[in-house]
């Protein structure tokens, strides 16, 4: 499938769709992640738009029965049949994210139809995930890149949202640093910065629904957003011949950093090993709520919408592990 004009541009007409769609019960924001200029998705040929519904903690589950009511496919017969409880259960699983894969905005047969990936989470677990990359990073790395607020409940910025979502950008910013050897150049940081969502989902990455790999960075769409926080941590964000100019502290820069398991004498390690050190301590921390969600998207999506993905990460796999001969 292929389009002359495949971007996706966020106007007032694709807000009001995605609220009729996706609004209900709760419903605190809702935002766009991942790439809106070549939205193509890999798998399925689709015009794709990644969302993020964020709502009030005791509202979730009436979200979702809401939804199940008007739009039963979204989900799996595991998910329609389960009664309440059990369905928070699953909620609050893996990443805590339920992801709803591949909804057309309208007929799916025509080439120019926007399809939706929705993942659906409560306010507590996305500001965790924010503050503390507690559930993996699943939510907080893909709001490391550029995104777009598509709903704001009363239309008024969400200052609690937009105060977690800088802190997360200053520990990945931070992490970042601290793996190099000296300043790095614009496109090696923001690169680098996109990756480390991906660090621990060797699996999820390539099957689980609502994930992708990180596609190229757009240096321009990640100016504004770390151009004040390097300005913040005593770096020049004007690079010259592309390059940063200075290095920040490096207790400075690990005082930014979540509790992920690194201790103070990291910093005291030759640079090979520090890098060792906190890209391990990432992929820790997201190893296992991958696994946990791959096999979630598994269970409560529809199937027919999951075999594509199934096929494209089983293959991705074989090759990986199998297919090389290594």
């Known amino acids: 499938m292929s389009l002359t004009e495949p971007a996706i541009v966020v106007d007032e007409a694709l807000k009001t769709a995605i609220y009729q769609r996706f609004g209900g019960p709760g419903v605190r924001l809702i935002i766009s992640y991942g790439s809106l200029t070549s939205p193509i998705d890999p798998v399925s040929g689709n015009r794709q738009l990644s969302i993020f519904v964020v709502i009030d903690d005791n509202k979730l589950i009436d979200w979702h029965k809401q939804n199940m009511m008007t739009h039963p496919k979204d989900y ?17 699983a893996g990443a805590k994210i339920l992801f709803l894969p591949d909804i057309p905005l309208g007929n799916p047969d025509d080439v120019s139809t926007i399809f939706v990936n929705c993942g659906v989470l409560g306010a507590h677990r996305a500001l965790e995930d924010l503050n503390d990359w507690s559930n993996g990073m699943y939510f907080a790395g893909r709001l490391q890149r550029p995104v777009a607020f598509l709903h704001t409940r009363g239309d008024v910025e969400d200052e609690v949202f937009l105060t977690a979502m800088k802190r997360n950008r200053m520990a990945a910013l931070c992490a970042t640093l601290l793996v190099y050897p000296g300043p790095p150049s614009a496109l090696a940081l923001y690169s680098k910065i996109a990756e480390l969502c991906m660090l621990g989902d060797d699996i999820g990455q390539t099957v689980a629904v609502g994930t992708s790999a990180p596609s190229l960075v757009n240096i321009a769409d990640m100016d504004p957003i ?7 941590i005593g770096v020049d964000p004007r690079p010259v011949d592309g390059t940063f100019t200075a290095q920040p502290d490096t207790a400075t820069m690990m005082a930014q950093l979540p509790d992920i398991g690194l201790t103070p004498d ?8 520090r890098t060792a050190l906190i890209e391990d301590s990432l992929r820790t921390c997201q190893r296992g709520t991958a696994a946990m969600q791959g096999v979630k998207g598994v269970l409560t999506a529809p199937m027919k919408k999951m075999a594509p993905f199934l096929s494209a990460g089983l293959t991705t796999l074989s090759e990986r592990f199998g297919g090389s001969g290594r």
């Open 266 to 273: 990291v910093l005291d390690q030759p640079l090979a090993l």
């Open 226 to 232: 770390y151009t004040p926080l390097l300005e913040a």
């Open 76 to 92: 799996s017969l595991v998910c329609r049949v389960l009664p309440d409880k059990q369905l928070e259960q699953i909620q609050d």
